[in-house]
């Protein structure tokens, strides 16, 4: 689970870039959603995406799961985005996102050693 809390992080930064992306392109046009993502920023929300989708799969938690879900979900919302607010609103829920996911993983993972600990296996 640890890597699937470096892989959220990750995806929670590449969407961040992908806002500020857009913004910066928006100087230029007066159109939100005409950006075209770098290709570094593009690929990253899209591996880390696909990354987070197999490490969720592998969790027994579906508490976990159900949070990975909720922070998929807002990237596909910004992206989709009519308005910078909304965009911005979509990113702002994908942070809250990640950090009750990470939360909830570290509220997992402590009770995992809690376990190894009565079992004397760590």
Not at 43 to 68: A, F, K
Request: net charge negative.
């Amino acid at each position: 689970m640890p890597e699937l809390q470096e892989v959220a992080a990750q995806y929670g930064r590449f969407r961040a870039r992908a806002y500020f992306e857009e913004i910066d392109q928006r100087m230029e046009s007066a159109v939100w959603g005409d950006a075209k993502l770098s290709k570094e920023v593009d690929e990253g929300c899209m591996s880390t995406n696909n990354r987070m989708q197999i490490l969720s799969s592998r969790t027994s938690d579906p508490e976990v799961r159900r949070l990975v879900s909720v922070l998929q979900d807002t990237g596909p919302r910004q992206t989709l985005a009519s308005s910078s607010q909304e965009a911005y609103s979509a990113l702002s829920d994908g942070s809250k996102a990640c950090t009750e996911l990470n939360e909830r993983i570290g509220i997992v993972l402590r009770q995992l050693d809690s376990s190894e600990d009565e079992l004397g296996t760590r």
